[in-house]
């Protein structure tokens, strides 16, 4: 579960340099990384705590083949408990890597904004923030603060209809959630989406 090809349509692989997380908001209900974590326990030893992998940091600087790496698909690289000298490695690793495209995800914009004027912010290194809900919109004003290349939104699971403000933003993913007790989308709002974008 460190890094793997992934059936996720908007990204080719992913990379964990941190695992576990904790629940902040609504599209957290059903976390599908909390789920992995109880179906693979020999893999997850700490569960769905927040966990360190040192050991995985260099993996990215031995694949060739240049791809879309999602960083912390099962976890968030934001998280108040990452140790800023251990996300400093991680950005340091993604700036030596430049035939790779990294894309990180938060929900945590807060902790994003307080952060980033500390990290170096090189163009193959994409920052997304998730929105599932209006009530969340206000993370897109925290991620236009912040100097990436790219800034996109995550919109999924998709809870509710959305009126975005998308200056600054150059990606929208959007899409339901998945899972067993999954809350359903509606088409309008994917298409007002669309639409807006």
Not at 64 to 87: A, C, G, T, Y
Not at 88 to 102: C, T
Not at 106 to 131: C, F, I, Q, Y
Request: hydrophobic share 35%; aromatic share 10%.
């Amino acid at each position: 579960m460190s890094s793997t090809h992934t059936g996720i349509e908007w990204t080719d692989k992913t990379w964990n340099p941190t695992t576990g997380c904790n629940k902040v908001s609504p599209g957290c209900k059903h976390c599908y990384a909390e789920t992995i974590t109880k179906r693979f326990k020999s893999n997850f030893p700490n569960g769905f705590s927040f966990t360190l992998h040192p050991a995985r940091l260099n993996e990215p600087l031995k694949w060739k083949k240049p791809s879309r790496v999602f960083v912390n698909s099962m976890s968030d690289l934001f998280h108040e408990q990452m140790p800023i000298n251990f996300l400093l490695e991680v950005f340091s690793v993604m700036e030596r890597a430049p035939q790779h495209i990294f894309q990180i995800l938060t929900k945590r914009h807060e902790r994003l904004v307080e952060l980033a004027p500390l990290l170096p912010w090189p163009d193959n290194v994409w920052m997304g923030v998730s929105v599932e809900t209006q009530k969340y919109t206000h993370r897109i004003d925290y991620l236009r603060r912040v100097p990436a290349a790219v800034r996109f939104l995550s919109c999924e699971p998709l809870l509710g209809p959305l009126e975005l403000n998308l200056e600054g933003i150059h990606w929208v993913i959007t899409g339901g959630e998945s899972g067993l007790k999954h809350r359903p989308i509606k088409a309008e709002w994917v298409i007002s989406i669309r639409d807006q974008c």
